[in-house]
């Protein structure tokens, strides 16, 4: 004979009406992902994590993962310089002889 000793029941949430829905209010969180993070600042996950790594993006190692605090993340993007269209002729220039430089070496 076996005896079964019931657990007590746990508050469920409910919605305004005092009525249960069975589910968990949903929770704001503080932090992103890198992967959330990448895809916000529509960068590769690679990209991402290298400038995560040395800390050019805010962001903490808690146990084996890394997160980004919103705010700080938010902050950070609002203190980065505007480009000019300066910048962006000699970003361009600048790959432009990488790439040319990529096809010389390799003999194409």
């Given amino acids: 004979?076996?005896?079964?000793?019931?657990?007590?029941?746990?508050?469920?949430?409910?919605?305004?009406?005092?009525?249960?829905?069975?589910?968990?209010?949903p929770v704001a969180r503080a932090v992103y992902t890198v992967a959330e993070t990448a895809h916000i600042l529509s960068l590769s996950l690679g990209s991402t994590y290298a400038l995560v790594r040395p800390g050019e993006i805010p962001a903490i190692k808690l146990g084996g993962r890394w997160l980004i605090p919103k705010r700080r993340l938010h902050q950070w993007l609002d203190e980065l310089p505007e480009a000019t269209t300066?910048?962006?002729?000699a970003e361009l220039d600048r790959l432009d002889r990488q790439e040319q430089r990529k096809r010389c070496r390799n003999g194409a």
């Fill in 1 to 25: 004979m076996s005896t079964v000793i019931p657990f007590p029941q746990r508050p469920t949430p409910t919605d305004a009406g005092g009525i249960s829905t069975g589910r968990l209010a």
């Fill in 86 to 89: 300066e910048d962006v002729a």
